[in-house]
């Protein structure tokens, strides 16, 4: 399978049964923006920037509850940071822990931030994708042929 086998991987192996390199050409093409280069693997670009900008994939979003448990943390990281740093006398521990504490924030919010931005380009970047790469004609979703009944 490779190094880089996760869920995107396996929809594209199971869908498409492409190779790793072609899955990582469809794979940078649509997180990039861009088409494909070869347009055999066109059908699967398409449908994974549709897969994308649906939200079907859980690696690319972050649940709603650990982006709240950030932003309490944080808050809660600030607070504590800010409280050791006013109540401590000169340079003893508190102080050193308050430091800590408003680092800790810093870094959380800047986590937070990166994460949100790079969500927005990889949906804006698929949805660039999908216009620049047609749907294939010739991949219709093949209609369920009903199961047959034994009358006796």
Known sequence: MGMGYDP???WLLQQYSLPPLD???VRTAVFQGRQV???ALAPAAHDLAAKVLGGEFRVLRMST???WANVIAAVALAGAGMRLLVTSR???WQAALGILGLSGWS???FVNGMQARRNKRIHQNAAVAMQLTPASPSRKPKPRVPACRLII
Do not use: A, S, V
């Open 23 to 25: 899955r990582e050409q």
């Open 37 to 39: 280069d070869n347009p």
């Open 8 to 10: 995107i991987d396996k």
């Open 107 to 109: 870094m959380l919010t």
């Open 65 to 67: 509850g650990m982006q």
């Open 90 to 92: 000169l340079w003893d």
